[in-house]
Every structure is written in C-alpha cells, then in structure tokens.
C-alpha cells in the first residue's frame, strides 16, 4: 500500500478473520450493495494528499437529568436502543455509592419519540422506596442491576416473546440471560448463568452480527492490571464460545472502561465502538475543588474521555485514531472519575443526523444523561485540501446499478469518480474525463458520467474506485439498486 501525506494514526489491519476477503488481486473485496465508510484502511489503497479525519460531535445538551430519588449521582451503564419509530434508554439507578451488585441497585427506563425529547413513563411494576410510581423495570435482583444491558432481536423468525434480549451480572453471579416481548417487563431465560468467564464488572455488550451470523458479547476482562475487552460467541444466546481477547494491532494498550460496540445502523457489517477510556490516578482536581463542585469525596481522583474504534468481526479492534473522540468539556465537573461515559449505541434522529448518548457529572448532585448529534455516517471523513488529492480504493466486486456517495464541497469544490480496472485504468465511459463534477452536501447524491448513472455492466467484475477530490469530505459510498 502507498500513502502520501497520510495521518499519523492510520494502522493497517491486522490478519483478517476467517470470513473475511483479503484484497489482493487475485481476490477482490466483495462489497455486494452495502455501504462503506472510512473508518479505517480496509478499502484504501493509496492517499495522496487525502487524510481521514476524525469528525467532531456536536452537544446537544442534556436528554434527561438522573433525578428521581432511585436514580441519582451512581446512575451509569445506558444502553440506546430505537425500537421502531420509540426511543428507549436503559440505566442503573443508584442514589448512593455502594459497591457493585448491591441491593439498591435498579434498572431504569426513559422513552422517546424522537431520541430529543425524554419522558420517564410510570410503570408500576417494582416497588421501590416505598412507591410502584417509577420507571424501574428491574429490581430485587441483585447483582444483575448492576450492568443490565438490552439489545433488540427483531429478526424474522425470532419469538415474538424474546424480541428484547439482554445480559447481566457481576464475577460473582456470571452473566444472565434475559428476555422479553416489549422492553418492560422481563424475565430470566434462565437461573444459571449463560457466561461466566470473565470480571463482567463494567457494561457486558450483547448484539447480533449478520456478518457473522452469530449473537457476540463484549465484556470486561482484565490483563497485567488493564482493563481489558474480549468477546465470545453464540448462535442462541444461551450457550457461548469460550472468551477471545480482543486486540488492538500494533496500538497501545488503555484502560478501556466501557467498550460499548454495536452494529452501525446503516452498514451493520461495521462494528462500531465509542469506548470509555480510563486513566487511573490522573487526578485533575484538588480537593478544594471537588468540594466546590460537590462529587463524591470517592470520584474525583481519576479522569476519562471517550475513543473511537471499529471492529469487522474477530478479535481485532482497529483503532485508527488514537486522539479523543469526545474530549470533556469545559468545568471542573467534566473531568471526576467516571464521568464522559458514552452510553451504547448511535441511533439515527433523521435522515441527515445520528445521535449518542453520554453519561456525564458523574458522582454530583447534577448527574445526567447528555445527547451529542453526528452528520449520518459522520465519525470520520476522508478530506482533501483546495488544492486536491486522490483516495484510490483496492479492488473490489459490487453488486447494484448506481453508485452513492455521502460527502461535502465547498461552492469552490469537488468530486470526481474515476472507475478503474484492478491495474489502475480508466475504464471507458467511467474516466475522471467522463465524470460529472459532484458538488454539494448530500447523504446519498448519485453519481453521473457523461453517459449517465447505470454502472450494471461493470457489477461482479473487479474494479477499483478512484476518488479525485478538491477541497471536499467523504464520507461513505455504496452501490446501490435504483
């Protein structure tokens, strides 16, 4: 592979899964009609004068406050799941420091129409503090509150009963199966617990992979001291493969507190990881300040942020950006211990925007849930200056007759798509000659030659995309059936 002018922290991916195509010539990439984005070096074979840069998340202010008396300041573990055209936000509630597993611990539920606007709906179906007027849907069912994590199985053929899946428990209890048919009201699938190698004392991430055809769970582990990420497999989520560590490359090893990797909603192929990253002891505030702010005289000793990885499958996390995804903000009660914790799971608010979700002012009086919004397949674009540059991609088989792109230009900029033969020439109707200048902000613009859009006669043959580029963002592209 050739780079020129390339970011620092672009790694090239280690030995793929099994599964997995290798891009050689012998052997393009099959894409089919999905979509890609350029999270990493997969489909890139050459640079020059493009960089991928990490976008930036925008703040979109507090969801919901922690603030009924059975939530409070230990609130934590939020998974965001967009159940048809309803938002729901799992969480831990827990008012009062106790240690992992206690009896205090519960699981909440606030809802949404729009993943904007929450409510907290009373449902009646645990007691706690004395009232049923709350929104806990687990309760009295310790250590399990600890990190319930739900995720939806809504595929064809999955009883409707278990629709909703989930997994929690601490090292002491392993982790439990859950299920249930509406979100609400649960129960275990059954006593004994369905994985029980591993610390399991953060967030245990369960999901369904149609890449590899499977249920995958994330979980914590430890290693040499580091809080560490490994995974394990099942095809009914009751029995699970042994646990494999999950590495990062040649990258260095972090406390990853939280992993929180899920199936990104437009290319469910593509994992996608916004982790919390842990560094223990590195203390920012003094103790005056903490008073001043009023956290737990417990939480203030060590500082976190969030990262932004993917995975394809396998143990292998690429972590093309070592920088912060989301850096905390500004006042002293964005850097205390625990705090910029990114709940899981993106989830799109509309067409043009994606939301996550962060758990922040974490230990304080004013603990909450905050909403950071993204461009739709914004994590990361790959960028060309005024003065231009080339993406090449490696060579690839696709199926479909349009090809789409999701990108930005400057009134002063553009796009231009060559397609290529696996040895880099233009093909005939298809040169950068041929191309149509795209120029705009569009999430799924389709590309023209001289000739037109229909790109069918080149579908199953190997090609490779040449991307000319002035002062311009891509985002993803896909092949698609129009």
């Not at 611990?105 to 009232?131: F, M, N, Q, R």
């Not at 994330?218 to 995974?231: E, L």
């Amino acid at each position: 592979m050739r780079y020129s002018l390339l970011r620092p922290a672009i790694v090239l991916l280690t030995a793929a899964t099994c599964w997995q195509a290798s891009a050689t010539a012998a052997e393009p990439i099959d894409i089919g009609s999905r979509r890609e984005l350029f999270v990493d070096d997969y489909l890139i074979d050459q640079l020059n004068n493009v960089r991928l840069e990490l976008q930036k998340p925008h703040d979109e202010g507090i969801a919901f406050n922690f603030d009924q008396p059975w939530e409070g300041a230990f609130c934590g573990y939020a998974t965001i799941i967009k159940n048809g055209d309803k938002y729901l936000t799992y969480y831990r509630g827990l008012p009062l420091p106790r240690a992992d597993g206690s009896e205090r611990e519960t699981t909440c539920v606030a809802t949404s129409d729009d993943g904007v606007t929450w409510t907290k709906p009373t449902l009646g179906i645990y007691g706690v503090d004395d009232t049923k007027e709350n929104n806990v849907i687990l309760a009295e069912n310790a250590p399990l509150s600890h990190n319930f994590c739900p995720m939806l199985d809504d595929r064809e053929g999955v009883p409707s009963e278990q629709r909703f899946k989930a997994l929690g428990g601490t090292g002491s209890s392993g982790l439990v199966a859950f299920v249930s048919a509406d979100g609400f009201t649960w129960h275990k699938l059954r006593e004994e617990p369905v994985i029980t190698k591993g610390a399991f004392d953060s967030q245990n991430v369960p999901l369904w992979s149609e890449q590899e055809n499977c249920y995958v769970c994330y979980f914590r582990v430890f290693v040499d001291g580091i809080r560490r990420i490994s995974r394990c497999t099942s095809t009914d989520f009751v029995h699970w493969s042994d646990p494999v560590l999950m590495d990062y490359g040649d990258k260095p090893i972090e406390h990853l507190y939280t992993n929180q990797t899920g199936t990104y909603f437009r290319a469910p192929h593509l994992y996608v990881a916004i982790a919390a990253r842990f560094f223990p002891g590195k203390r920012v505030l003094s103790e005056t300040q903490a008073k001043a702010i009023n956290v737990d005289p417990g939480y203030f000793n060590d500082c976190s942020d969030a990262i932004f990885m993917t995975s394809r499958g396998g143990s292998h996390y690429d972590r093309t950006f070592m920088e912060g995804f989301l850096k905390p903000g500004i006042g002293l009660e964005n850097w205390v211990s625990r705090t910029n914790y990114p709940a899981l799971n993106v989830v799109p608010i509309n067409k043009h925007e994606m939301s996550f979700y962060v758990n922040q002012n974490y230990g304080q009086p004013t603990a909450h849930l905050r909403r950071y919004s993204l461009r739709t397949d914004g994590f990361v674009a790959a960028t060309a200056p005024y003065t231009g540059g080339e993406l090449i991609t490696k060579p690839f088989i696709f199926s479909g007759n349009e090809l789409e792109l999701n990108f930005a230009t400057s009134a002063a900029g553009s796009i231009r798509v060559e397609i290529q033969t696996v040895d880099g020439q233009p093909i005939e109707g298809f040169s950068a000659d041929d191309a149509v200048e795209t120029i705009g902000n569009e999430i799924d613009r389709t590309v023209h030659w001289n000739s037109g859009s229909d790109v069918s006669s080149l579908a199953a043959k190997p090609v490779r995309l040449r991307f000319v580029m002035h002062d311009a963002e891509l985002f993803s592209f896909r092949f698609a059936y129009n």
